[in-house]
Structures are given as C-alpha cells and as structure tokens.
C-alpha cells in the first residue's frame, strides 16, 4: 500500500457544525501532516505528528483541532469554522520525522478533502 | 525570511514542445529541494534535488540543481497533454518544514 487515504473528498458545512477530515497510511510512515491549501495558492503547513505526538502547529486558529490516535491515522477535527476557511485540506506522510536523514521529508500526499464552509 | 520562487508562474505551449520552469530560493537552511506534480488534487513526488549538478532524470522529465547560485529547473521534453498540471517547487529545511513556491501551471495544447 502506497497511499495516502483522505476521506470524505468533499464536505460542506455551516459555521455552527462540527465535522471530521480524516486520514490513514499503512505505510509505516512514522511523521503525518495537515496542510491547507488555496486556490492558485501553494500548500501552507498547519500540523505535523512525529510518532503520534504533535510537533509543529503553525499557529492555527483553535476551530482546528488534530488529533493522532495511532500511527496509521490522522484527523482533524472541525469546529465553528468561517467561510475563509473554505479550502483543499491535504493529508501527507513521511518515513522519517526528520532526523537528519536526507529525503526524510519526501511527502507523500492524500488526495485532499475539499471543504466548502458555508 | 525564508522564500522560494517559480517561474514562470503559468505557461501554454503546443504538445512535443520542450519546457523549463525555474525554481529560486533563499532559505536560511537547506537540506533539498523537491519536485511536486499536482493535477487535480494530491501533488505527487517528482525528485528530490541534494548536490549540485546531478542530473536526476525520469523519462522525459529531468531536474538539476545549482546549490551556488540557488536555483533548480525541472525540463520537459516532448510535452503530451497529460503534463498540463501545476508543478510545485518545495524546500526541505529539515524539522519537517517544508517551504513550497507558488507553483508553475503548465498547459499543453495539443
């Protein structure tokens, strides 16, 4: 298995609803990330989980929640969200949570969930 | 502050064409530089760029990286329509940060 799951692929929700993205790799990928992502707009970093503990949140507002219940699965847990947060979540692994290892961050990627807040 | 730079940000050209797109950066630290393909949604993993001047090659795609004048290029020759995509350019500063540039969209005609 060389994937990276993410489900639902669309989801569309009211400002007041709480919903889930979630994520799984069975790659043994030991590092997992969330990232944000506008239209025309690369990537932006919001999580990463280095053997299941989060080590990077890049300031993200607390209507994101991560959640890492085992080294196969990501989530992210949606709550009171805007309307600019309307964007592609994207879902990536890696090997190794850094350690020097060249490559170590080689991502790879779920397809996304696309989340159309309302 | 950390920046990576591509261009040409889009570009259109008629199938078998050969392109270049540009990928600069100024970064306080460098571990590699990545190559991404992006579709329709999950960027996928084209090269990984370490030293200076390998060639890493993949078909018709080739990537090569110029660690002094901090710059890479990715080449396509013989476009086909299925290389229209956008084609993201990162950095990997090590601690799991990578540093993406805007990305090229790429369009082939047939």
């Known amino acids: 298995d060389t994937e990276v799951t993410q489900t639902p692929k669309h989801l569309v929700m009211g400002m007041t609803n709480k919903k889930s993205l979630k994520c799984e790799q069975h790659?043994?990928?030991?590092?997992m990330y969330w990232y944000k992502q506008k239209a025309k707009k690369p990537p932006e970093l919001m999580f990463v989980?280095?053997?299941?503990?989060?080590?990077i949140n890049e300031s993200v507002p607390s209507r994101f929640s991560p959640e890492c219940p085992n080294s196969s699965l990501l989530n992210l847990h949606l709550h009171a969200l805007q309307p600019e947060d309307s964007a592609l979540y994207l879902c990536?692994?890696?090997?190794?949570?850094?350690?020097?290892?060249?490559?170590?961050?080689?991502?790879?990627f779920g397809a996304g969930s696309r989340l159309t807040v309302l | 502050e950390d920046k990576v730079v591509q261009s040409p940000l889009s570009l259109v050209v008629h199938e078998g064409d050969t392109v270049t797109l540009n990928c600069s950066y100024e970064v306080t630290n460098f571990r590699s530089l990545l190559w991404y393909k992006q579709e329709k949604k999950a960027p996928t993993f084209l090269f990984m760029l370490t030293s200076s001047g390998i060639e890493k090659k993949s078909g018709r795609l080739s990537s090569i990286l110029d660690k002094k004048e901090l710059f890479s290029i990715l080449n396509i020759t013989a476009t086909q329509t299925g290389d229209s995509a956008i084609y993201l350019c990162?950095?990997?500063?090590?601690?799991?940060?990578?540093?993406f540039g805007q990305g090229t969209r790429l369009t082939i005609n047939p």
């Open positions: 790659m043994g990928h030991r590092a």
């Open positions: 989980y280095s053997y299941e503990k989060l080590s």
């Open positions: 990162a950095v990997d500063q090590g601690a799991q940060k990578l540093v």
């Open positions: 990536a692994s890696s090997l190794h949570p850094g350690q020097g290892l060249s490559g170590a961050n080689v991502l790879t």
